[in-house]
């Protein structure tokens, strides 16, 4: 079975050298020497497990493209970008047919979904690519849809921390409660209590000094009218791989569906969990 080669956008960034990385390190695929980076970026190249990764800055990108399309043919773009790069990335990969994988969060996402369901090529989005933590979200979704109105009179609360260069607001977090609102609840992304400060990180929420710079620590927190009934919830993450593996099982299912012929389709991770998408 022919490997699958994969394109890794973002780096020098944390998460795109850890999937990077992990692309390297499984037999399953075959890392593209390139990555498209923003325009502040000015390093020419970055250095994953001793390989030489060429760094493609927007001005660059047509003619590294068709320099890519000649030399790779077919591959997966995965995108780790920065959130105010969301829909223009998405744009190009559409606009060029390239089939990718957006795990980087923020950005007009119902504008990132119109754009591949108008194009030739597919997409796997998701805010979140831990599969547990996707399955927990719907877990969330099917109490939603079956119970409305469960938590009805209760309040919420809800606090995430994550590395200091996490730029926007988690992902995760504004799909929960969207699913806390159809439970009856009613909240606001902007009510979300963000923490971004290492020194805060390591005193008040004992977050390991090991992992300031990278984890992701969610809790909601539900408490009935009379204040006799709390229900917790709570995901702390530390690291990136479980992203970055979740990643590779996005990569996997997209490579499938690209055999199967799929265009102008847009895939989650649900669809991933399932296996399925059709």
Not at 128 to 139: H, L, P, S, W
Not at 222 to 245: C, M, P, Q, W
């Amino acid at each position: 079975m022919s490997r699958i080669k994969v394109m890794v956008n973002g780096m020098p960034g944390n998460m795109a050298a850890n999937v990077a990385r992990h692309v390297l390190n499984d037999g399953r695929f075959e890392l593209i020497p390139f990555s498209l980076t923003g325009p502040e970026i000015t390093d020419r190249e970055q250095i994953v497990d001793s390989i030489k990764i060429r760094l493609i800055h927007p001005g660059e990108r047509e003619d590294a493209l068709k320099e890519l399309k000649k030399k790779e043919g077919r591959f997966i773009s995965v995108d780790y970008t920065h959130p105010s790069a969301v829909n223009t990335n998405a744009q190009f990969l559409c606009d060029n047919i390239l089939p990718f994988v957006m795990g980087t969060t923020g950005g007009d996402r119902k504008k990132l979904e119109e754009a591949v369901l108008s194009s030739a090529t597919c997409a796997v989005i998701a805010p979140n690519m831990a599969k547990q933590i996707v399955g927990f979200q719907a877990m969330m979704e099917y109490a939603a849809k079956t119970f409305p109105d469960l938590f009805s009179g209760y309040t919420l609360s809800v606090k995430e921390s994550h590395q200091k260069g996490k730029a926007d607001t988690s992902g995760t977090a504004r799909a929960i409660i969207g699913y806390f609102n159809r439970l009856g609840i009613p909240f606001t992304e902007q009510q979300i209590v963000m923490e971004r400060d290492p020194e805060k990180q390591k005193s008040r929420w004992g977050i390991p000094e090991e992992y300031l710079k990278g984890h992701g620590w969610h809790t909601y927190t539900l408490v009935s009218e009379d204040k006799t009934v709390r229900f917790e919830f709570t995901h702390n993450v530390n690291g990136r791989d479980i992203y970055a593996r979740g990643t590779l099982d996005a990569i996997v299912f997209l490579n499938s569906r690209i055999l199967e012929g799929a265009k102008g389709k847009v895939f989650s991770m649900i669809d991933v969990l399932r296996g399925t998408g059709n």
